[in-house]
């Protein structure tokens, strides 16, 4: 199990992006949240098996038809335990 803390740059507010990785993040079994910043980018907090992570992120460098992603920050943290991933406000 790993934890990622996750910034995403570009036009990725206003996109679908929270909506298709809370999706994805079911799908995969990945666990955490995700939410939009005040500095325009998305912030994600992802906890899960290394291989599912890595499908994970590897979407999040796309995101979702509308999304315009530039840039992908990550690093990886201690555990925190989520039970569930969702969309926060």
Avoid at 36 to 60: H, M, P, Q, R
């Amino acid at each position: 199990m790993k934890h990622l803390n996750i910034k995403i740059y570009g036009k990725v507010q206003g996109t679908g992006l929270r909506y298709s990785a809370n999706k994805l993040a079911d799908k995969l079994s990945v666990k955490g949240f995700i939410r939009n910043e005040a500095d325009g980018t998305v912030y994600v907090e992802a906890e899960g098996e290394e291989k599912t992570l890595d499908e994970f992120v590897i979407w999040l460098h796309k995101g979702p038809m509308f999304a315009l992603v530039e840039k992908v920050d990550i690093e990886e943290s201690e555990l925190k335990g989520y039970n569930t991933f969702e969309i926060r406000y």
